[in-house]
């Protein structure tokens, strides 16, 4: 088997509407390297269009119908996303008043993964950092995947990339059923708990998305869940009979707090024993066939703290060994051994003045449950007080989880809630950051403004203190203000020492 090179007809000359946005860049990235022409618009210029242009792509600031024309002959498909972009943006109309074909980001990404071997990763949380380890574990073991991710890694600083190997490794979102526009060879699935509910309008039509989904694995793929869920473990049990029938493996991993839910589901993967040290933690773990000739037990560094990241690693070895077993279980581990993370997920930002500043893109209370779980162990360990500083992700799910967010940031020492980002949606009477920082149980404060979190942190920060920025919103680019304002915060305590 050897590696597509030729683009799939009709994708020779792609303008996408919203270029700059993550999955959309990637995108973009993978039709240059493999000889497209790619043009573009966005709302805003930013880090990621300048990398575009440098790569040969047309982008234009701002929406207009002349856009089509930015490429010598027209686009011959427009690319937008189904969430973001809405059916009356210009250049959407003038397509279609043209005749130009439309499609969606993940009907395109599924033409680019003809002839792979396709491991994607799915599930309500942990897709970003799961896909991230899977592919420089592949990449450790020479195996030079294409990938198209959420986030960006640290080790390459990109999101995407068309590679020389015969194996794709992608995300497969949920949150508008667009996973089920691909055909996977193997799925990992790491949980499943309702959100999204926006779109789907119930937690049942959220879950079913995840049983369509595993339909479409191939005769002869694999399906990988962890059985430390309870929502992934019942998949596992629903769909079972039905994958086997149709060839397809069906492996848990994890300790199997829920294998109950999933009778007859091998635990190949099993997490034996875990001891953290600061932000890192090393697993004792054990494989069982068919991922190995026989069991064996092995240790599994993870550079990021927290169960949850610990079982996404192990998510990850699984889903690389099915894909590609010619790479190995010791170059697998080791990939993941040297793991340099990923763009906000537990990114280390800096320390001034003794206070330690990490930024996590958590927006869904068991995600930030999950974070500060893991932040009160590097804490625990290091000593000085939690400080969680939450932006809300959209109105809906602020007002649908607020109570659980409330008790999600508790775990913190102190809490600081900024008003909600809305994104796509408009806002809501009575919805707002206050819904969450009224309900908290330790200290804790609205800012209703996210310009005025610097001062705020800088305020409660003291020396051996861990700051963490929490949200899918906007409040990453705060957190330099947030490094200035408690360094002018020292400046000032040191002077006044001083006089």
Same mark, same amino acid.
């Given at each position: 088997m050897t590696a597509p090179t030729a683009l799939p007809s009709g994708l020779e000359r792609v303008h996408m509407v919203g270029i700059g946005?993550?999955?959309?860049?990637?995108?973009?990235?993978?039709?240059?390297?493999?000889?497209?022409?790619?043009?573009?618009s966005d709302g805003r210029d930013g880090r990621g269009l300048v990398a575009l242009r440098a790569q040969g792509a047309h982008v234009r600031i701002g929406h207009d119908p002349s856009a089509l024309d930015l490429l010598v002959g027209g686009a011959t498909v427009v690319v937008t996303t189904q969430a973001a972009i809405p059916d009356d943006n210009p250049e959407l109309v003038e397509a279609r008043r043209r005749g130009i074909p439309v499609l969606y980001r993940p009907q395109v990404l599924a033409r680019l993964m003809d002839g792979y071997r396709t491991l994607l990763i799915s599930g309500t949380h942990g897709k970003t950092s799961t896909t991230s380890m899977a592919v420089v574990a592949l990449q450790h073991g020479a195996v030079d995947p294409s990938f198209a991710i959420g986030g960006e890694?640290?080790?390459?600083?990109?999101?995407?990339?068309?590679?020389?190997?015969?194996?794709?490794?992608?995300?497969?979102?949920?949150?508008?059923?667009?996973?089920?526009?691909?055909?996977?060879?193997?799925?990992?699935?790491?949980?499943?708990?309702?959100?999204?509910?926006?779109?789907f309008g119930s937690e049942d039509a959220y879950v079913k998305v995840f049983d369509d989904f595993t339909e479409l694995i191939r005769p002869g793929g694999a399906l990988v869940v962890c059985l430390d869920d309870s929502g992934a473990a019942a998949l596992a049990g629903r769909r079972a009979t039905a994958l086997a029938e149709a060839g397809v493996k069906v492996v848990g991993y994890g300790r199997g707090t829920h294998a109950d839910q999933a009778p007859g589901i091998p635990l190949v993967g099993e997490l034996i024993d875990l001891v953290?040290?600061?932000?890192?933690?090393?697993?004792?773990?054990?494989?069982?066939? $068919?991922? /190995? @000739?026989?069991? #064996?037990?092995?240790?599994?560094?993870?550079?990021?703290? +927290?169960?949850?990241m610990t079982l996404n690693a192990l998510g990850a070895l699984l889903g690389c060994?099915?894909?590609? $077993?010619? /790479? @190995?279980?010791? #170059?697998?581990?080791?990939?993941?051994?040297?793991?340099? +993370?990923v763009h906000r997920r537990f990114e280390d930002r800096g320390v001034v003045a003794g206070v330690r500043v990490y930024d996590d893109y958590a927006h869904h209370p068991t995600e930030v449950r999950a974070v500060l779980t893991a932040a009160r162990g590097v804490v625990r360990a290091t000593g000085g007080r939690l400080l969680a500083v939450f932006q809300p992700h959209l109105y809906s799910r602020t007002a649908q989880f607020a109570a659980e967010f409330a008790e999600a940031l508790s775990l913190a020492d102190e809490v600081v809630v900024a008003d909600v980002y809305g994104a796509r949606e408009e806002p809501q009477p009575g919805v707002t950051g206050r819904l969450i920082s009224d309900a908290v149980t330790v200290p804790a404060v609205f800012v209703d403004a996210v310009t005025a979190l610097p001062e705020a942190v800088a305020r409660r920060a003291r020396p051996g203190d861990l700051v963490l920025t929490i949200g899918a919103g906007d409040?990453?680019?705060?957190?330099?203000y947030i490094l200035a304002a408690l360094e002018a915060a020292a400046t000032a305590d040191q002077a006044a020492r001083d006089s």
């Open positions: 946005g993550a999955g959309m860049s990637g995108l973009a990235r993978i039709l240059l390297a493999r000889g497209g022409q790619v043009s573009g890694l640290n080790e390459s600083g990109t999101n995407a990339h068309h590679g020389s190997g015969t194996v794709f490794v992608a995300e497969a979102d949920e949150s508008d059923g667009s996973l089920l526009q691909y055909r996977p060879d193997v799925v990992v699935v790491t949980n499943i708990e309702a959100d999204h509910l926006d779109f953290s040290r600061g932000t890192a933690s090393r697993a004792h773990v054990r494989l069982h066939p $068919p991922v /190995v @000739g026989e069991s #064996a037990d092995r240790t599994l560094t993870v550079t990021l703290p +927290g169960v949850h060994l099915f894909v590609a $077993p010619e /790479v @190995g279980v010791d #170059a697998v581990i080791a990939g993941i051994d040297g793991f340099g +993370g409040i990453t680019m705060h957190v330099p």
